[in-house]
């Protein structure tokens, strides 16, 4: 079993910085892939930013790149998603999910994730 605690949300103006926390109840040294999420109010969940566990390799979804950055703590097995230049569009609920499966392509489906945290509100005013 695998259990997800995220930490790290708040409010800020655009343009801050903000960096979310996903804490991992076993050790990540196990492959998985371990995704970070957001819900917008009135939209559907969609995959921001994605790592395998394994080999340390990343996945960002365009409105990501450039201003995301994904990373791995294997000793503290948190998983960090550093997040500037923040606009008022990535204003939503986060949640970070993670599955055992090698996911590659379909890391950004919600669906494929078997484990999930509560999630963390970012808000990025105006």
């Known amino acids: 079993q695998v259990s997800l605690v995220e930490s790290g949300g708040g409010s800020v103006q655009a343009g801050g910085s903000l960096r979310l926390f996903c804490k991992v109840s076993?050790?990540?040294?196990?492959?998985?892939?371990i995704g970070w999420f957001r819900q917008p109010p009135g939209k559907e969940r969609e995959g921001v930013a994605a790592?395998?566990?394994?080999?340390?390799?990343?996945y960002y979804a365009d409105s990501a790149k450039g201003r995301f950055t994904i990373s791995q703590d294997s000793g503290l097995n948190t998983v960090y998603l550093q997040m500037n230049s923040l606009k008022p569009e990535d204003t939503a609920i986060y949640y970070c999910?993670?599955?055992?499966?090698?996911?590659?392509?379909?890391?950004?489906?919600?669906?494929?994730?078997?484990?999930w945290g509560q999630g963390t509100q970012v808000t990025v005013s105006s």
């Open positions: 999910a993670a599955d055992f499966r090698y996911l590659e392509a379909r890391w950004a489906d919600a669906n494929e994730y078997t484990y």
């Open positions: 076993r050790d990540i040294y196990s492959t998985m892939y």
């Open positions: 790592i395998y566990s394994g080999s340390g390799t990343t």
